[in-house]
């Protein structure tokens, strides 16, 4: 799934004339850069992607699994199932299932960096901790700048 | 027997293996993936009833095994989970989920015509949302909706004639008379109402006629919208004031996100169900997503003229440019303390970065404008 998903992030990335070393500026505690690295995409990996803003959602899925691992001391430990997709939830992996378990929350922007506070809020509205229940985290990648927003709600 | 774990991870797999086949365009791999994960994950889901594992685990696994029923099209198996999950004590953002399943699987009952024979000129149109009852819409969403369609019926004939595009007043007689759109009675779904294209309400249309045919370039065209996909929709109307008016009237169509959370229409092609389902909650700005953003680099001359911080994370920053525009800059940091300087002087200022909305600006570069200020055209008086 990794493999798919860091595919899926080449091809957006591609899509906006990106190369590989493209830096992603990264807000989350602080602001930071990271250089985003991938290997030459393969013949069918276009096609395959076709649907771009699917893509978009699958990459995002990709950078936020790596930003979860470098930004918090938890990982990707547990999936469920959502429409057409996967829910991924984050642990530090020695819980029984589900249990304090955080969600992780992904929204992705194929080219649009102006609309990343916009997702956030919606992002955070959505997660709203008031409702007294999970805890998650919440990534907004953006690919036409790239920029991603990454933060616990 | 297995583990609840080890079932559950075995799902997860195979649910991960048909979406990637999905992608791949193997429907018949991610078809049979799909079943082997409900079988599994429908396992552990009751499993985990029968053992009374704590919450949120129980609904977790529950509200997982019903999406994958909902996928597979086992619509009553999906109802029994979510039953199940919501007569236990699941936390309360999951028992909202659980219910947005229950309303989906309603949404999927209505979208089956279940009888109802359609022609190629007609579609059924079915809302679901807080302003709509079982056969029971609020005025409003509902003849709004209507109207929605039947001027996407007539602009879509219109763009595909290669007529001129028109700013006002009605369409040619021809078109006002032929694509006319018949409303049948309300069936009690969540609200579900039948929809002719014709010149007479009796009149079905053979597949090839113009009605059928402008049925399906809108529902393909609402179907490209709903998936973002503004490249392919682009394509399919390359003249910017009909791309413009048809994102206009899409978004006035698609849901609102609580009133009205989805809509959907069934028509029929060739003997075969086409079914759009629009869940993407209309923009603020229907004309936004026309706005093409590149990474290229401008140079804007101008001044701020309005500043407001209160909002730390979203500080609002305006500039003049001298052309008369007004952009909204967005700047964090250094950038934002200069852009802050800049205003209290209303000092020219010279501003790089890359525009990333139809009116905003993702500044780069601050500095302030050197030399005298260009001579502003003379008016002329009449």
Redesign the interface.
């Known amino acids: 799934?990794g493999k798919?998903t860091a595919e899926a992030a080449a091809v957006v990335l591609e899509h906006?004339?990106h190369k590989t070393g493209v830096a992603m500026a990264v807000a989350a505690v602080r602001?930071s850069q990271y250089t985003v690295i991938w290997p030459a995409l393969h013949g069918n990996a276009k096609r395959?992607?076709n649907?771009?803003?699917?893509a978009a959602e699958?990459g995002a899925y990709g950078i936020a699994f790596l930003l979860v691992e470098e930004l918090t001391d938890l990982r990707v430990t547990e999936?469920?199932?959502?429409?057409?997709?996967?829910?991924y939830w984050l642990g530090k992996g020695e819980e029984?299932?589900?249990?304090a378990?955080a969600r992780l929350e992904v929204s992705a922007i194929?080219?649009?960096?102006?609309?990343v506070?916009g997702r956030l809020k919606a992002k955070l509205k959505q997660?709203d901790a008031s409702?007294?229940?999970?805890p998650a985290y919440v990534a907004v990648v953006e690919f036409?700048?790239p920029k991603s927003v990454f933060k616990k709600r | 027997m297995m583990d609840?774990?080890s079932l559950?991870s075995e799902?997860?797999d195979l649910?991960?293996k048909a979406?990637?086949a999905?992608?791949?365009g193997r429907a018949d791999a991610a078809k049979k993936h799909l079943a082997e994960?409900l079988k599994k994950?429908e396992q552990a889901a009751w499993l985990a009833v029968k053992a009374a594992?704590?919450e949120?685990?129980r609904t977790?696994?529950l509200?997982?095994?019903a999406?994958?029923a909902?996928?597979a099209g086992q619509l009553r198996l999906a109802e029994q989970l979510i039953g199940t999950a919501l007569a236990g004590d699941p936390?309360?953002?999951?028992a909202?989920e659980l219910r947005g399943?229950f309303e989906?699987i309603g949404f999927h009952r209505h979208l089956d015509l279940r009888g109802v024979a359609l022609q190629s000129n007609d579609a059924q149109l079915v809302l679901v949302g807080s302003a709509i009852a079982p056969g029971m819409a609020e005025a409003d969403e509902f003849t709004s909706r209507v109207n929605t369609i039947e001027r996407l019926v007539q602009r879509t004939s219109e763009s595909e004639r290669k007529i001129k595009y028109r700013e006002q007043g009605p369409p040619t007689q021809h078109i006002e008379r032929s694509l006319k759109l018949y409303l049948s009675l309300p069936r009690a779904a969540s609200y579900a109402v039948s929809l002719r294209v014709a010149d007479s309400k009796e009149q079905a249309e053979f597949q090839f006629a113009e009605s059928a045919q402008v049925l399906n370039l809108v529902v393909d065209r609402l179907e490209m919208y709903d998936?973002?996909?503004f490249?392919a929709l682009n394509q399919a109307i390359p003249d910017k004031q009909y791309y413009d008016n048809f994102i206009q009237l899409a978004s006035r169509l698609a849901p609102d996100g609580e009133r009205v959370r989805l809509v959907g229409l069934t028509t029929m092609r060739s003997g075969k169900e086409k079914r759009l389902e629009m869940r993407r909650t209309a923009m603020a700005d229907g004309t936004g997503a026309g706005f093409?953003?590149t990474?290229k680099p401008r140079k804007l001359y101008g001044r701020v003229f309005f500043i407001n911080t209160k909002d730390q994370?979203?500080p609002v920053i305006k500039l003049e440019t001298e052309d008369g525009t007004d952009l909204r800059l967005?700047a964090?940091?250094d950038l934002l303390q200069k852009a802050v300087r800049y205003a209290a002087k209303g000092s020219r200022v010279v501003v790089t970065g890359?525009q990333?909305?139809k009116t905003?600006l993702?500044v780069n570069e601050f500095r302030a404008a050197r030399g005298r200020e260009p001579r502003k055209k003379a008016k002329k008086s009449h």
């Open positions: 799934m798919y906006n004339e602001t395959t992607h649907d771009l803003p699917e699958q999936r469920s199932a959502k429409r057409t997709g996967i829910d029984p299932l589900f249990q378990a194929v080219d649009n960096a102006g609309a506070d997660t409702k007294g229940t999970l036409g700048q | 609840l774990r559950h799902a997860m649910a991960e979406m990637i999905r992608s791949h994960a994950e594992v704590p949120p685990t977790i696994l509200k997982s095994a999406h994958l909902v996928d936390p309360e953002e999951l909202e399943v989906e998936r973002e996909d490249t093409v953003s990474n994370e979203n967005k964090e940091g890359v990333v909305a905003v993702q």
